[in-house]
């Protein structure tokens, strides 16, 4: 289905729980979240993604907070899965419990992941996160084990914090399929006043990467390789270079809610069509669909408040 301004939206984001195992500082704000008790069933997402597919929706992402927290995220992946005309099944998660369970979903469906990794160095990772390097580190392994893959590593540099660790993520790309992307910070609810590093600055300091063509159609990241190295590096740059003119996504929160647009904070509620039949869920999502708006206003007066573990990335 196309919005009002003819772009195809074909990209559904699933955050199943705002609930983490982490307190990434840039991520989370002292703030209320969704209870567990409130967050939808294994059966509401399948229902909702079904009505989403109906509507030309082909690629579907599960996050969070962290998403290997839901117990029931194998039913979850299966019945997705199970859709007629589901193209990718991918998961985005901070893999701290990831290694006993990669192969388990690699079996009910999973794709890929993507994996958070914003620091190499122990002392960084717990300051950034509060977490354990070496949980991550073994999840990453796990997933390049049981076929997840390409694994993707989502990386915030932050001036000052790990912005000199930049050539020791891009030799992670040099003998196995992993995809190391440059995301630039996003003013989204983050408890500490970091400034980003603008992946323009990157680019220029490293001319040997060698920009290839999108692997498919709106694709948010701008790809590079190193001549002779297995996997790509990635540059979504939101704040430095607004690619909203090509966005193809659309978002459903954990309490149900459907939000057009990353950095807006216009929602419609999906729950009361839930229990009526499946042409009002339809009704709606289009309703949700055509009112996303051109584009995102980071960097305006009023800067969304939201933070990004109850917006799911």
């Not at 002292?30 to 030309?56: H, V």
């Not at 082909?58 to 927290?69: A, C, D, I």
């Amino acid at each position: 289905m196309q919005d009002k301004f003819g772009r195809q939206i074909n990209y559904l984001r699933l955050s199943l729980t705002e609930r983490c195992t982490l307190q990434c500082a840039y991520c989370r704000k002292d703030e209320g979240c969704c209870p567990k008790e409130d967050e939808l069933s294994a059966g509401d997402f399948i229902a909702i993604t079904r009505a989403f597919m109906n509507l030309g929706i082909n690629k579907v992402r599960l996050t969070g907070g962290e998403p290997l927290l839901r117990r029931d995220l194998k039913e979850i992946i299966n019945g997705i899965r199970a859709i007629p005309g589901l193209k990718d099944l991918s998961l985005t998660t901070n893999a701290q419990m990831l290694a006993p369970i990669a192969a388990e979903l690699k079996t009910a469906g999973l794709d890929r992941v993507n994996i958070s990794l914003d620091s190499l160095r122990p002392e960084v990772f717990k300051r950034l996160t509060g977490g354990d390097l070496k949980r991550t580190l073994a999840g990453l392994q796990a997933a390049l084990e049981h076929g997840l893959t390409p694994v993707r590593l989502n990386v915030v540099l932050l001036q000052g914090v790990n912005e000199a660790e930049v050539e020791d993520l891009l030799a992670l790309t040099k003998d196995q399929p992993i995809d190391v992307r440059f995301i630039e910070y996003m003013p989204v609810g983050g408890e500490a006043d970091y400034k980003g590093v603008s992946n323009h600055t990157l680019l220029a300091a490293h001319p040997q990467l060698v920009e290839l063509k999108p692997r498919y159609a709106f694709q948010a990241a701008r790809e590079y390789q190193i001549p002779g190295h297995q996997g790509r590096v990635g540059f979504i740059s939101a704040i430095s270079d607004c690619f909203c003119a090509d966005c193809n996504r659309i978002r459903v929160l954990s309490d149900g809610k459907v939000r057009p647009c990353l950095a807006n904070d216009a929602e419609l509620d999906l729950r009361p069509a839930l229990l009526e039949e499946p042409e009002a869920l339809e009704k709606l999502i289009r309703e949700a669909i055509l009112s996303k708006p051109a584009r995102h206003h980071f960097g305006s007066q009023n800067p969304e408040v939201r933070s990004m573990r109850r917006i799911g990335g």
